[in-house]
């Protein structure tokens, strides 16, 4: 439908809904306990959302441990589990490949879904300035060494790409393995796998 986190997000929105309908035609008892799964949903920026359920501030503390921790351990299971959640405006050191709001250049342009309690995706605005990524990468790498982990070499080949001039986009992985698992009820992603592993 366009260009942006705006359009991934209707986008995700549309795919859900439809999903629903057509659940909701081979199963219509199923399909109503979907109701309050359907769109629209909110749109919780991360910011408030820690405020609120961790009782910090991401964006004045940079702490990427602790804000993973609390992503997992306080953020996420106060979601919402009867709807959908985007979780939006990440901390810029939360987003390596992602735009940064023009308004607002500690806060990236990216976003989480999460239906019933379950992260369904992961999308951002694509970052485009070849210049700004190799200081991000750069920025990283040094990190990674600082704590004594593996170093590797920049994606040379993905910074030309960029600098050959990359037009705005938006990316999303979307778990379709795990809508499905949503939708169908299950509790478990190994009963709706084709090729479970074990």
Not at 4 to 29: F, K, N
Not at 128 to 148: C, L, N, P, V
Request: with cysteine; glycine share 10%; hydrophobic share 35%.
């Amino acid at each position: 439908t366009g260009v942006g986190i705006d359009a991934l997000m209707s986008d995700c929105e549309e795919i859900v809904s439809r999903c629903i309908a057509g659940l909701s035609q081979l199963e219509p008892s199923r399909g109503g306990e979907m109701d309050g799964l359907r769109p629209p949903f909110r749109r919780l920026e991360v910011r408030t959302a820690y405020r609120e359920f961790a009782g910090w501030d991401p964006f004045e503390t940079e702490d990427p441990n602790r804000f993973d921790r609390d992503m997992v351990s306080k953020i996420e299971p106060s979601l919402d589990r009867s709807a959908g959640v985007f979780l939006v405006g990440y901390p810029r050191y939360q987003a390596s490949i992602a735009r940064l709001r023009e308004k607002d250049d500690r806060t990236a342009e990216r976003f989480e879904l999460y239906l019933g309690g379950i992260e369904l995706a992961n999308g951002f605005d694509e970052l485009t300035d070849a210049t700004e990524q190799r200081h991000r990468f750069m920025d990283e790498r040094s990190a990674r060494i600082a704590k004594g982990m593996n170093d590797y070499p920049l994606d040379e080949k993905f910074l030309l790409g960029l600098e050959s001039g990359m037009p705005g986009s938006s990316g999303i992985a979307l778990g379709v393995d795990r809508l499905v698992m949503v939708l169908s009820g299950e509790r478990r992603l190994e009963e709706v796998m084709l090729f479970p592993a074990g």
